[in-house]
């Protein structure tokens, strides 16, 4: 197996895993004083609110510090000053970092945080999960923000010896993205960086979906693996699904919770387009019975960097449009 074909599969399984983790999280409700203003987009998830300790809500020119966040497990953290040493133990934070221009706040990452360019000049604390505590407590940071993948265990470590953990849930939806936006603004003193963010994507995301609005919709299947390690996919309950349905996609795996499906269904329903990541494209198209199936034959198999879908932030603008452009050629 060659390295590409592993990383790609081992991302999905991060995919499946972190699904799995967020059945289970304890989120706290909203506070009446909260600095951001957060909507609640689905009963599933809430989103993380923050208040200054002083009860003093923030202008969207600065933040109010010390600030006060209960986060997506629950967990009160207080923010004395704006944080000058982060460490991002989740891949879509480290972009979100640099995205709002916080990029030299960053002093450590994971092993799975590859973009942009520059994050292989920050230093590794290693997985996802279960991060070297060592590693972190070296980089001393003010603040580690982490995804809902990150183990109790390793939360329960770094509060014991006094740093600041802050959690994000996985998001449901592109509404919950924005907010996530505006919370890691807030946490970082970047609120009006973020709100312009929140406008760039919201502009680039309107004019893709424009373009195609009251066309026929194309039945779509997003392949997260197949053939010997399992058949699974985007369920009608996962951010995914979200992503195909705005993009103006019939996710044919809308009806179904999760990721779990069969090659029976995905046979049954034929779908007229097919999306995978890019390094499993060639190994998709040449394997029975998927060879076999209409987009196969069609040429509809279109391979994608699962990072602009399943990696949610500024770059799900880009993934929508990207969406878009091969679910409507024509257009």
């Keep these: 197996m060659n390295m590409k074909k592993f990383l790609a599969l081992a991302c999905a399984a991060c995919v499946l895993l ?13 506070d009446t004083s909260a600095v951001t203003d957060i909507i609640e987009t689905t009963a599933l998830t809430e989103d993380m609110t923050a208040s200054s300790e002083s009860a003093e809500a923030s202008s969207s020119n600065g933040t109010a510090y010390p600030l006060r ?24 934070i480290t972009e979100l970092l640099f995205e709002l221009g916080a990029g030299e706040k960053l002093v450590g990452r994971t092993d799975y945080c590859n973009y942009p360019a520059e994050v292989a000049d920050i230093a590794t604390v290693g ?3 279960v991060p070297s505590i060592e590693a972190i407590v070296a980089l001393e940071p003010d603040v580690v923000i982490a995804s809902s993948i990150f183990t109790e265990g390793s939360y329960d470590a770094l509060k014991e010896i006094g740093i600041t953990v802050v959690i994000f849930h996985d998001e449901y939806d592109i509404d919950g993205v924005r907010n996530m936006i505006r919370s890691v603004g807030e946490i970082i003193n970047g609120n009006a960086a973020a ?20 066309k026929d919709r194309p039945t779509v299947y997003y392949a997260v693996s197949f053939g010997e390690y399992g058949d699974y996919t985007a369920g009608g309950d996962t951010f995914v699904n979200q992503m195909i349905e705005t993009a103006g ?46 987009a196969v034959k069609n040429g509809r198999v279109y391979g994608v960097d699962a990072d602009l879908l399943e990696r949610q932030g500024f770059r799900n603008a880009e993934g ?11 257009e």
């Design 18 to 30: 972190c699904t799995a983790s967020c059945a289970s999280i304890v989120t706290a409700s909203r």
């Design 69 to 92: 966040l209960t986060d997506s497990f629950g967990n009160a953290a207080v923010i004395e000053s704006e944080p000058m040493r982060i460490v991002s133990c989740a891949p879509n």
């Design 127 to 129: 997985s996802i999960d």
């Design 195 to 214: 709100e312009e963010r929140i406008g760039d994507m919201n502009a680039r995301i309107r004019t893709a979906t424009e373009s195609v609005a009251g």
């Design 249 to 294: 996609g019939d996710n044919i795996a809308s009806d179904i919770t999760g990721w779990s499906f069969s090659v029976e269904k995905l046979i049954e329903a034929d779908p007229d387009v097919i999306l995978i990541n890019q390094y499993m494209l060639d190994e998709f198209i040449a394997t029975e019975p998927y060879s076999g199936l209409s």
């Design 320 to 330: 929508i449009e990207l969406l878009v452009s091969l679910l409507y050629p024509q």
